[in-house]
C-alpha cells in the first residue's frame, strides 16, 4: 500500500511539474510579447501625436488649407524636422501611397506594407518585421487637416533593444524554472518516502478538528515540509480560536456602532430643533407685535433668514456625510476673521438664553483660501457645541490670528474633564462624549462635519482638555495681504 502511495506521488508530482513548466513558460512568453505590444503602441502613439501637432502647426503658420497640395509641397520639411524630433525614419507619401520624401529610401521602398494599405484606406496601422535579433516597426496614419485627408505619413522605428532584452529574460526565466521544476521534483521523489506517516496522523488531526475539537496538537520533530506543516496546522488552530475570539468581539463592536447609529439619529432630531424652535419662536413675537418694534424686527426676520440657511445647510450636509460628495467645490480668496465674527454675533443670543457668554477676540484680514458657506457652518457647529457641553454662566473664549503661515483658530470653553481614550473618537460619526445631553443634541454629528471641512481646507483640527477646559485648535493655510 505504501509503496503505491508513492507512485502516485511520484507520477502526480511529475505530471504537476511538467504541466506547471509548460504553463508558466507560455505564460511567460505572453505576458512579456504583451508588454512588449503595449510599449510600442504607447510608443507610437506618442509619436502619432506630436507628428500631428508639427504638422497642424506648419499649416496654420503658412495659412495652408486642407489641401494635399501644400502637404506636397512640405514633405520634405516634415520629413526633414520629424526625423530630427523623433529620431526615426519618416516617410511621407500622397493620399495614393506615392512615396514623396524619406529620411532613408532603402527602408521605405520595399513597396506597399500591410500597415501603409490600411492607411491609404483611412486607418491607423503598424507591423513588425523581424531579422535574427532585429525588430522594426512600420507606423503609417492617414493626415486628416480640417476633415479632410491630405497625405500619409510613415514611421520606421527600431525596437531591437527591447526585443532583445525580452528574449534573453524569456531565456533566463526558462533556464531557472527548468532547474527549479527538475530540484523539486528529485526532492519530492525523496520526500515521498517519508510523508505517508505524516499523512495518515494529520488526517486524524483534521478529523478531530472537523467534529469541532479544537484542541488538537501534533509535533514531528522534522526540519523539513512534514515539520513546517505540523507547525502551519498548530499556526491554524490557534489562528482559528483567534478568530473566534475577534468574532466574538466584532459582534460586541457591531452591537455598539448600532448603539451610535441609533443615539445619531435621536441627537439628529435635536440638531433639527435647534433651529426650527428658534425660527419658530421669532416668528410667532414678530407675528404678535408685527412691525410696531422695528429694531426687534429686523433683528428677528435676520435670525429667521440665518437659521433658515443653518438648517438648510444642515440638511445638505447629512446627504455629503452619507454619500461623500463634499468634493469638486469652488473655492474663493476669503476674510475668515470677518466670518467668525459674524458667526459669533449671530450666536450670542443663543448663549445668552443658556446664561452663557462669547468673547471674540481676532486680528484683521485673516485671508484663507476655501468656502464660505462651509467654513460659516464650520464656526457654528464649532460655537453651537462650546455653547452645549460648557458649564453653567461661564464665559466662551473665541480667538483668531495670524501664526507664521498659517491662521489659528482656538475655541475654549470651560467643561468637566472627559476620558483621554475619548479625545480620538470625537471626529467620528455616531459618537457622542456626553450620552446624557439630549435636548441639545450632541457631538455625534457636530464634530464629524467639522472635521470633513477642516479636511476640505486642507488644515489640521485638535480636541484636547487642559486646566478646566476643553479646547479645540484649527489651523488653515494663511494668505497674506499684499501691500
Known amino acids: 500500500m505504501l509503496r503505491t502511495i508513492k507512485g502516485k506521488f511520484i507520477i502526480g508530482f511529475f505530471l504537476i511539474f511538467s504541466l506547471s513548466f509548460l504553463v508558466l513558460n507560455q505564460t511567460v512568453k505572453s505576458v512579456i510579447r504583451s508588454s512588449n505590444e503595449k510599449i510600442v503602441t504607447s510608443d507610437l502613439i506618442e509619436l502619432k501625436k506630436n507628428s500631428i501637432v508639427y504638422i497642424n502647426q506648419a499649416f496654420l503658420i503658412n495659412h495652408y488649407k486642407n489641401n494635399e497640395l501644400y502637404f506636397d509641397d512640405m514633405a520634405d520639411e516634415i520629413v526633414e524636422s520629424l526625423t530630427h524630433s523623433t529620431g526615426s525614419n519618416v516617410g511621407v507619401y500622397s493620399v495614393d501611397g506615392n512615396l514623396l520624401s524619406s529620411s532613408n529610401k532603402t527602408v521605405f521602398s520595399q513597396g506597399i506594407d500591410e500597415d501603409l494599405e490600411k492607411a491609404i484606406n483611412g486607418k491607423n496601422a503598424y507591423h513588425i ?7 522594426q516597426v512600420f507606423f503609417s496614419y492617414p493626415v ?3 476633415g479632410a485627408k491630405v497625405g500619409i505619413l510613415r514611421f520606421s522605428k527600431d525596437f531591437n533593444l527591447l526585443y532583445k532584452q525580452s528574449g534573453e529574460i524569456l531565456n533566463i526565466i ?6 527549479i521544476f527538475v530540484a523539486a521534483f528529485l526532492f519530492s521523489y525523496i520526500l515521498s518516502r517519508h510523508i505517508t506517516i505524516p499523512i495518515v496522523k494529520l488526517t486524524e488531526a483534521t478529523s478531530e478538528v472537523k467534529k469541532g475539537k479544537l484542541d488538537v496538537d501534533i509535533h514531528f520533530p522534522r526540519k523539513d515540509e512534514i515539520g513546517q506543516l ?6 491554524m488552530i490557534t489562528r ?5 475570539s475577534t468574532i ?6 457591531l452591537k455598539e456602532l448600532n448603539e451610535q447609529e441609533k443615539r445619531f439619529f435621536d441627537n439628529m432630531t435635536h440638531e433639527l430643533k435647534t433651529p426650527l424652535t428658534s425660527i419658530q419662536g421669532y416668528a410667532e413675537i414678530i407675528k404678535e407685535k408685527g412691525e410696531s418694534d422695528p429694531k426687534f424686527f429686523n433683528k428677528g426676520m435676520n435670525h429667521i433668514v440665518e437659521e433658515s440657511r443653518r438648517l438648510h445647510n444642515l440638511v445638505i450636509k447629512l446627504l455629503e456625510v452619507s454619500r461623500e460628495t463634499s468634493k469638486n467645490r469652488h473655492s474663493d480668496r476669503i476674510d475668515a476673521g470677518t466670518i467668525l465674527k459674524d458667526v459669533c454675533e449671530s450666536m450670542k443670543f443663543r448663549a445668552e438664553r443658556y446664561n452663557k457668554k462669547i468673547i471674540c477676540e481676532m486680528d484683521e484680514d485673516l485671508y484663507v483660501y476655501g468656502q464660505t458657506n462651509r467654513l460659516r457652518q464650520l464656526f457654528i457647529n464649532l460655537l453651537d457645541n462650546a455653547i452645549k457641553y460648557s458649564l453653567s454662566n461661564s464665559k466662551i473664549m473665541i480667538k483668531a490670528k495670524a501664526v507664521g503661515d498659517q491662521v489659528l483658530f482656538i475655541f475654549k470653553n470651560p467643561s468637566d474633564p472627559y476620558d483621554d481614550t475619548q479625545y480620538t473618537k470625537v471626529f467620528q460619526p455616531f459618537y457622542s462624549i456626553n450620552q446624557k445631553v439630549t435636548e441639545e443634541g450632541s457631538l455625534g454629528l457636530g464634530l464629524s462635519i467639522v472635521k ?5 481646507h486642507q488644515g489640521t483640527i485638535k480636541m484636547f482638555y487642559k486646566e478646566n477646559h476643553t479646547i479645540i485648535t484649527i489651523e488653515l493655510a494663511y494668505m497674506k495681504v499684499e501691500k
Open 248 to 253: 466574538e468581539k466584532d459582534r460586541d463592536r
Open 230 to 235: 505540523t507547525i502551519n496546522f498548530n499556526d
Open 129 to 135: 518585421t523581424y531579422d535574427r535579433n532585429k525588430a
Open 174 to 179: 526558462f533556464y531557472i524554472a527548468l532547474a
Open 144 to 146: 486628416v487637416i480640417d
Open 240 to 244: 482559528i480560536r483567534d478568530q473566534i
Open 452 to 456: 470633513t471641512i477642516v479636511e476640505e
